[in-house]
């Protein structure tokens, strides 16, 4: 099961910041939070992720709370290309050092013109 | 230009087919993954390669089958033994286990 929570919908108007939330209220010491998006009928692309440290790379900023349970996804200045499914997830170890990432449903990030 | 590819684009399968959905890569990556994806619903793994000639089940590895004979190929074999094939197939790769994974463009999978 998906060890994280996200709103079904969100609406961003573009040029505005979309800030997308995720709760991961059960996540260990050692477990990463990733972030990807999925335009309809595509692979997920990879966004950025992060540990316990704030991340932001050309795509978006990645804020963790200080105890580990939620986070935020910043996208700084949306466009309509921005339009997509945006899944928050823990990665979590299956063993003999690999990891699996488990997609919920996500959030679907509609931007507004 | 380096990624990953998926072919074909889209597939359809007549009852009772077994059939072969490709996936290669460039990137010099040692572990591969494929995962389902059923409409409205998230990505479940079906089976993973962490290195050449070694592969494991995911959760959903039941009616599937893979290879991993050579290090840019994971080649996936969906069996007249799974029921329920249409869905959209994502292959997806990584350097190692622990690392960022970077996924195909997908193969849509329907039954005629």
């Known amino acids: 099961d998906a060890k994280t929570t996200q709103p079904t919908s969100m609406d961003c108007a573009e040029g505005r910041a979309a800030n997308l939330p995720c709760n991961h209220s059960?996540?260990?010491?050692?477990?990463?939070v990733y972030w990807y998006r999925q335009i309809h009928s595509q692979g997920p692309q990879y966004i950025i992720h992060g540990l316990k440290n704030n991340e932001t790379n050309e795509m978006a900023s990645l804020i963790i709370t200080e105890d580990r349970k939620s986070s935020t996804l910043i996208l700084p200045h949306a466009t309509l290309r921005d339009t997509a499914v945006y899944y928050c997830?823990?990665?979590?170890?299956?063993?003999?050092?690999?990891?699996?990432?488990?997609f919920g449903k996500g959030t679907k990030l509609s931007v507004i013109p | 230009d380096g990624g990953i590819t998926q072919s074909p684009k889209y597939l359809f399968r007549k009852e009772g087919q077994n059939v072969t959905l490709s996936c290669e890569q460039n990137?010099?990556?040692?572990?591969m993954y494929w995962y389902r994806q059923d409409p409205g619903q998230g990505l479940r793994l079906i089976y993973y390669?962490?290195?050449?000639?070694?592969?494991q089940k995911g959760d959903i590895a039941e009616g599937y089958s893979v290879s991993r004979e050579k290090k840019e190929s994971f080649p996936l074999t969906v069996t007249s033994a799974q029921k329920n094939p249409t869905a959209f197939y994502l292959c997806?790769?990584?350097?190692?286990?622990?690392?960022?994974?970077?996924f195909g463009p997908g193969t849509r999978l329907l039954v005629l």
């Open positions: 390669s962490q290195i050449v000639n070694d592969f």
């Open positions: 997806a790769s990584s350097s190692g286990g622990r690392e960022t994974q970077y």
């Open positions: 990137l010099n990556h040692d572990a």
């Open positions: 997830i823990v990665r979590v170890a299956t063993g003999a050092g690999s990891y699996q990432l488990t």
């Open positions: 059960t996540i260990s010491g050692n477990e990463y």
